[in-house]
């Protein structure tokens, strides 16, 4: 049996979907996280969508500092959803697995307009 190690699969679940929700992959994301999740875990990524648009769109634009804080807060949001869901429920962790690297070959995929994922 593999050891899970929430901490890790929480922080990488939540700068994938924060990633992926200004990508191409955000279609099929918030998809599947309804299906497999739940409905909240799309609302919550159309929200996070919504938010960092609104913040690329706003007069803080061309300063990074302040996206790069948009993008902190909202991985840090998702970061402690996704902790207190594995702490409630560890069976989760292989589901939130296969949903990460799934949309990271749907980011890196060469049909993808999104942002290229980040190691």
Not at 92 to 113: F, K, N, Y
């Amino acid at each position: 049996m593999a050891v899970i190690h929430r901490e890790r699969v929480a922080w990488e679940s939540a700068r994938v979907f924060v990633a992926a929700a200004t990508a191409d992959a955000y279609w099929w994301l918030g998809e599947t996280l309804a299906r497999r999740l739940g409905q909240g875990y799309e609302s919550d990524l159309a929200r996070t969508r919504l938010r960092l648009q609104r913040e690329e769109a706003g007069p803080a634009q061309g300063t990074r500092a302040a996206g790069r804080d948009a993008l902190s807060a909202e991985v840090g949001a998702w970061r402690a959803r996704i902790e207190d869901a594995l702490t409630e429920r560890p069976e989760l962790a292989d589901v939130l697995r296969q949903v990460i690297e799934e949309t990271g070959r749907r980011m890196d995929s060469p049909h993808s307009t999104g942002p290229a994922r980040r190691e």
